[in-house]
Structures are given as C-alpha cells and as structure tokens.
C-alpha cells in the first residue's frame, strides 16, 4: 500500500504561482507512475499532469502545458507540481496519484487532496 500527503494548497490572485508537494510512504520500494488530478466545484475530477513508472518523461492537460510543471525526486519519493500564471478556472481541489502502469492515467493511490483557490 501507498500512502500520499499532499501540502502546498491555498489562496493566489491570478498570474501569480503556487507550488504543491506530495510525499510517498509506504510501499516506495516498488517504481510506480505519479501525477496530479483537480476536481473543481461540480465537475468530474480530471487529469493534470504525470511522470512515466520509468524515465523522466513528464506529460500534461492542454489546460495547464506551458503553465504547469511536475518534478519528482525519487531518492526522496516526492513529486511536486509548479503553476504558474494561475487563472480562476485553476481553482479545485488537487489530488496526488500513484499508479503502478506505465502512466497515471488510471490511479491505484489518491492522497486526500489540498484545496487551490484562484481570485480574480
């Protein structure tokens, strides 16, 4: 079993940045894929972006390419996502994912989630 703590959530005016961390416990012994999701006020919950099981390959939403960016440490089991140029559709809440296929895209783990708010 995989355990994901997710920090860094909270209020940002648009254009400005916020970075969320996760950290991994657990059964880190094991390489797994991992990523993010957000969910935002009555909507499905969506992909935002991820790192492959293997490699250093990063990949993202359209929403978010050229704003966002993901980096992982595994020496730490940590991944992190960077947003910048924040926009008000931004807000949701966001979850850390780990899943043990190639790609996140279908998560085995979910962290509890951490809330980003975007004023305008």
């Known amino acids: 079993h995989v355990q994901l703590v997710e920090s860094g959530g909270g209020l940002v005016q648009a254009g400005g940045s916020l970075r969320l961390s996760c950290a991994a416990s657990?059964?880190?012994?094991?390489?797994?894929?991992m990523g993010w999701f957000r969910q935002a006020p009555g909507k499905e919950r969506e992909f935002v972006g991820g790192?492959?099981?293997?490699?250093?390959?990063?990949y993202y939403a359209d929403s978010v390419k050229g704003r966002f960016t993901i980096s992982r440490d595994n020496a730490k089991n940590t991944v992190a996502l960077q947003m910048n140029s924040l926009k008000p559709e931004d807000t949701a809440v966001y979850y850390c994912?780990?899943?043990?296929?190639?790609?996140?895209?279908?998560?085995?783990?979910w962290g509890q989630g951490t809330q980003v708010t975007v004023s305008s």
């Open positions: 994912a780990a899943s043990f296929r190639l790609d996140v895209y279908t998560p085995d783990y």
């Open positions: 657990g059964r880190t012994g094991s390489s797994y894929a």
């Open positions: 790192t492959m099981r293997t490699g250093s390959s990063t």
